[in-house]
C-alpha cells in the first residue's frame, strides 16, 4: 500500500461545454480512518452522465459538486482497514467516495457487494443505479404490457440495454435508438431487441416510422433533443414518457426547443420525469429481480473500460459524446 | 317557424391562419324529422378553442369537420318536433348539431337538460364540457392538495375560470395567468383567486416568481407556447402539469420551440395530456359535484355573448386571439 493518495479535483465549473482544465489532478497524504470509519482502495469508478449536472451549479437533483474537492462519483473498492465490525479488510464495497484512489468513509455510508456469482464492478452498473434505475423507470412509470411497443435511446448504454431486454421480457417489441452502426448492431445482435435506429443516419423520423409500425407505446427517452422531439412524432394515444437522462442537453450551450408539444396533448401523453432516488427504499426489490436475470444470462451486459484515474475526464467527456459504447468504468487499481 | 334553415359551412381549411373566408353561409329547405328523430332550432352555440383543430385534417383527437358540411359545435335548443318519445317539444336539449339554425338529430344524440336551476346555456360550459373538463383534469391529474400552489392559464376563459375555482375550494394557493388588466382585476376580484399574471405585461418569468413564493405544484394548462415555457422555469419537485390546452400553438404557423424540458427531469414533474371524452361515461359525476356550486353560488361564471349565427367565424377568431371574456356563445335565436 503506498501511502499517498491520488485524487482529481474539479478545479472550475464548465462554460460553455466540459473541457479537460475543469478537472485537477493532486496528490495528497493516505487518509486515516478514524472511530468508526473505513478506509477502501477504490479499484473501480463508474462514470455516468449524471456527473455533467453535478459539474455545474444549476438546481438539480442534488447540490452541486464542491470546487477543489474530488469528482463526485460512485465506486467498488476494496476495504483496506476497517474500525466498523460490519466491515473487514478485503471486503468489497460499494461507496461515494468519487475520483481517488483511497478514501475513508463511515461504514453507514459503505454497502458490501457479493461478487461471487457476478463481478464486483457490475455494482456500479446492471446491478448498480443504471440497472436499478432502468427497472423502476420501465415498471413503475412505462409500464409497459405485452405486444407494446417500446423504444429506448441510448439503448447500447448502462441503462438503455437494461431497459430493451427488460422490454423482452415483459414481452414487448422493442426498438432500440443508438449513435452508429456499430452499436445498433450490437443492441439487435446481442441485447435481442427486435431493431435498432441510427440517429446519426439523417434520417431519424422515417427510420423510425418503418422500425415502429404500430406507433409507439412507451418511450424510455436516455438522450433528449432531436431524439425525443422525432420520438413524440410517433407515440400513440395514451403512451407513456420515461424522461430519465436528456444526455443531448447536458453539455450544450443553448436549450433544444422542443416542436412536438401537440403531440402530448393530442395524445393524452403521460410525460414524467424520474431520478433513482425516488425510489431508494426500494433497491433490494429491484436487485432481487436483477441478480437472478443476469447471473442467468437472461439480461447481457456490456462494459467499457478505461485504465487509470487520470483518463477519467476523457471518459466523462467521451460519455456525454456518445463515444463510449456500453457501461462506462475506469480501473483504478 | 320559417321553412328554411340557415347554416355556417366549412368552406375550406385553413392555410397559414384562420380566415373568414374558410366558412361560407347558406341557406337550406328545413329539414323534417323522421321516424325517431327530433328538430330541434338551436339557440345558443358554443365556440371552444378545439374548433380550430377540427377545421385541420392534421391527426387529432377525432376526424377533422367535412368540407361543405355545417361546421361543428355544440348548442342547446329547443325541441320543434319529436319522433322519439323520450322528447317533447319545448324540451331543452344539448346537442352536436352545429352551426346552423336547425337541425335534426336522432334522439339517443341529444340530452335534455334542466334549466330550472341555471340558465340552459351553462349547460354549453360550466356544467358543459369546459366544467366537465376542469373537474377531471384537475381532480385526476392534478391532484392538487391543501396548501399546494395551483397555476391556471387562460384563467378567464370557460376551463380556467372553473378550474381555479375548484382549486380554491381544495384549498390551494391559486394564481391565474390571462391576457390583460382588466381579465387580472376579474380572476382576483370576482373569482376570488389569490393572484393573477399577466402575460401581456412583458414580464412573465418574474412575475410568475414573484406571485408563486413557494414555487407550483399543479400547473394546469390551456395556453402553452411561451406561457407553460415560464411555467416550467417555477415547478416544484414532484409537481403536476395538465396539459389541457395549447391555444398559442393552434393557429400558428410554425410550432413553438419549449426550452426547458430539463425542469420535468430534474424536478420529476408529471405531464399528462387530456381530453374530457376519455371520461365520457363520467359526465354525471362531475355535474352532480359541480351543479350545486353553481346554484348554490360557490362557482361563478361568465359568459360572453354574440348575437347572430352569421357572426359565430369572428367568434372563433376572437376566441383564438384571445379577445373574448369568458365563456364565449353565440345567440342563434
Known amino acids: ?172 417489441r422493442v426498438v432500440g435508438i443508438a449513435g452508429g452502426a456499430q452499436k445498433c448492431r450490437h443492441v439487435v445482435d446481442e441485447l435481442g431487441f427486435d431493431a435498432c435506429v441510427d440517429h446519426r443516419a439523417g434520417r431519424l423520423l422515417d427510420d423510425l416510422r418503418a422500425a415502429c409500425p404500430a406507433g409507439v407505446d412507451v418511450d424510455f427517452e436516455n438522450v433528449g433533443g432531436a431524439v425525443l422531439d422525432a420520438v413524440l412524432a410517433v407515440m400513440n394515444v395514451r403512451s407513456r414518457i420515461v424522461i430519465c437522462g436528456l444526455i443531448a442537453e447536458y453539455d450544450a450551450a443553448t436549450a433544444y426547443g422542443y416542436t412536438r408539444m401537440r403531440s402530448v396533448l393530442v395524445n393524452r401523453i403521460r410525460m414524467q420525469g424520474m431520478i433513482v432516488f425516488d425510489w431508494k427504499d426500494r433497491y433490494p426489490e429491484a436487485l432481487a429481480r436483477l441478480i437472478p436475470l443476469v447471473a442467468g444470462g437472461k439480461i447481457r451486459y456490456r462494459e467499457s473500460v478505461v485504465d487509470g484515474l487520470e483518463n477519467a475526464p476523457n471518459a466523462l467527456m467521451d460519455v456525454l459524446r456518445g463515444k463510449n459504447f456500453g457501461k462506462q468504468l475506469v480501473r483504478i487499481a
Open 1 to 172: 500500500m503506498a501511502d499517498i493518495n491520488t485524487q482529481v479535483l474539479l478545479a472550475s465549473r464548465p462554460k460553455d461545454g466540459i473541457a479537460p482544465d475543469n478537472f485537477r489532478t493532486v496528490t495528497t497524504p493516505l487518509p486515516t480512518a478514524g472511530s468508526g470509519e473505513v478506509l477502501v482502495r477504490n479499484v473501480w469508478l463508474s462514470i455516468d452522465p449524471y456527473m455533467r449536472g453535478r459539474m455545474s451549479d444549476a438546481k438539480s437533483y442534488v447540490p452541486a459538486a464542491a470546487l477543489d474537492h474530488p469528482m463526485v462519483g460512485q465506486t467498488v473498492g476494496e476495504v483496506v482497514v476497517s474500525n466498523d465490525r460490519r466491515f473487514a479488510p478485503g471486503d468489497m464495497v460499494l461507496t461515494q467516495l468519487g475520483w481517488q484512489h483511497y478514501g475513508v468513509a463511515r461504514g453507514s455510508e459503505l454497502t458490501k457487494v457479493d461478487a461471487s456469482r457476478v463481478p464486483a464492478s457490475y455494482y456500479l452498473g446492471v446491478l448498480g443505479m443504471p440497472g436499478v434505475t432502468a427497472w423502476f423507470g420501465l415498471t413503475e412509470i412505462g409500464q409497459p404490457k405485452p405486444g407494446e411497443t417500446l423504444v429506448v435511446s441510448a439503448a447500447s448504454g448502462a441503462v438503455g440495454s437494461v431497459v430493451g431486454q427488460l422490454g423482452k421480457l415483459a414481452g414487448c
